[in-house]
């Protein structure tokens, strides 16, 4: 059951964003801004120690996403930068006419679809890794082409993701230990949340064996916590266990010489801010003390 006691969600979304003129596009208000920030400096106090820190911007290299094999789980949710090329006079001439877009050529950019995607090459890139792993704190605007716009899905969100590169052993623990620490987190801020198994949205129908077999596995979890309903909650958070599928990709070993195994936990900032007023309501000073102690705010 819904609490009557709180705004209905489309109450809240157009108290603290504002349509941007595309679907799942917004512009972020003060107050909205205030609850990001405050989830952003709790994420931090929670790393761990060692963890090395990036800030990603929301676009990467084509190239790279393309190695670490997006196309053929999710090519649907891709968006690509797409410039027009040439002197001026043919550039001129391309916006023009009427269907300029004809004239824009892919570039060597795509949009960041998820924060941790940059990191993987990055570390390869360095050599191997201690045994009892390595750990990254990472954050990048995310982009994906939804075809659907509820209340909570953007095309354009912000990801904060704890990766851990180690062993299979290390990288099971680190996922176990955040579990435990999200928990943690929501219980303080006061929202009732559930872990559950998940699966990626993989595309068609090859993806739709995948999504099985990774939900047989155990390799994703989620929480879930309402935002639009009490019957259908939203993933606010995601906790992932790739086994060695990016070390495949990148290379990535231990310094014992096996090939390493990855786990990301990801935070969806929008989300979890959306999630946040949908149980505490606008009013912040009305807001459980704890939660406000913790977000400062
Ligand atoms: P995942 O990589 O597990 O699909 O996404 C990680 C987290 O990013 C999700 O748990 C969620 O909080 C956030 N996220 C994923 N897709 C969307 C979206 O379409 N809109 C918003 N606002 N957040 C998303
Ligand atoms: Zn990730």
Redesign the pocket.
Known sequence: MRDTSQPRIDTIINALLAPAGAP?VYARTELFERAIEGLMQMITRNREPAAEVFTFPPVMSRGLLETAGYLKSFPHLLGCVSCLRGDEGSIRKAVEKEDWVEGLGATDLVLTP?ACYPIYPLVAARGAVANDGQTFDVSSY?F?R?TTHEA????S?R?RENVCVGTPQAALSFRDRWIARAETIAKQLGLRYQIAP?S??FFGRVGKMMALSQVEQAL?F??LIPVRSEEEP?????F?YHQNHFSEIWNLRTKDGNLAHTTCV???L???ALALFATHGLDVPRWPSAARQILAM
């Open positions: 799942g998820a995310c994906r939804e909570g899905r953007l095309q969100f990801m998940a990626d949205p994703k989620e929480m939203t993933a606010c958070m995601s992932n990801a935070f969806g929008e989300r979890l």
